[in-house]
């Protein structure tokens, strides 16, 4: 049923998502003007509480691939515009959204997250990827703190003399999915996180070495002032290009960009 207001796709699963999902609902210019449906790529136990219909699960399937899905659900939804939060790490999700929305023509926007600023007395390496990441860590850690979520813990594997600490948002619910490492235990929590918590637990588990994605934004950054703080080196995977197309960093010009597509 066409009710007459302008659709909105946010692909979310991201502060900032949620962020943006609040902002535009309460544009007192346009804010009642706009239906949303907001996207979370795969089954999550952490629904947000926003003002818009939740879709959980990616837009591929056995016969169709993601970005033919996402242009099938874009039309058949009748879609006027793309606002694309995923995480910075999210590279494929935000190739696809964007060739997606440019193949049923429709305005598609990035919004990038803020980079880190470090502090002065950081200990700071970047690298390409988690390779390096784990190399570097098999020639210099004694005690590492992981943070890059749990799909590439698998580069770590086979690292002998190193205790990792994994902190992930929620332990595995099946044996098989555990991390394949020699020495290690898993720690949870969901951000944001304080500062005097991220130092007090590196000091408590003698922390010498923090790796991370180099996502950027307020949430995680406490860690990285924590490990600074405690003297850790700061192992950062570097985050890939934002996708060709319309980009923005933060919600005020996203709002800005919507202002003038609507």
């Given at each position: ?33 706009v ?8 089954r ?42 995923t ?64 799909k ?77 703080n ?11 290009p ?21």
């Amino acid at each position: 049923m066409n009710t007459g207001k302008t659709k909105i796709l946010v692909l979310g699963g991201t502060t900032e998502g949620i962020k943006i999902t609040q902002a535009i609902t309460n544009a007192k210019n346009f804010g009642q003007k706009v239906e949303i449906i907001y996207s979370l790529a795969g089954r999550t136990n952490n629904v947000p509480n926003v003002s818009a219909k939740i879709r959980v699960g990616g837009f591929s399937s056995e016969n169709i691939n993601g970005v033919d899905g996402l242009v099938k659900f874009l039309t058949e939804e009748r879609i006027n515009l793309v606002i694309d939060a995923t995480h910075p790490f999210a590279e494929q999700i935000s190739i696809n959204a964007m060739t997606a929305a440019n193949n049923a023509n429709i305005p598609a926007l990035r919004i990038e997250r803020q980079t880190w600023q470090m502090p002065e007395r950081a200990d700071v390496l970047y690298v390409p990827d988690m390779v390096e990441a784990a190399s570097v860590v098999a020639r210099t850690a004694r005690r590492v703190l992981l943070t890059v979520g749990t799909k590439e813990l698998g580069a770590f594997a086979g690292i002998a003399k190193v205790h990792f600490v994994i902190r992930m948002i929620e332990k595995p619910d099946i044996p098989d999915a555990m991390p394949q490492l020699d020495d290690f235990e898993i720690i949870t929590g969901r951000p944001p996180f304080n500062l005097a918590d991220e130092e007090s637990l590196m000091r408590d588990m003698d922390i010498d070495v923090l790796v991370s994605k180099a996502s950027g934004g307020d949430a995680t950054f406490a860690k990285i002032q924590a490990a600074a703080n405690v003297g850790a080196r700061i192992i950062l995977i570097r985050r890939p290009p934002p996708p060709d197309g319309d980009v923005v960093w933060g919600i005020e010009p996203a709002l800005k960009w919507l202002e003038e597509k609507l």
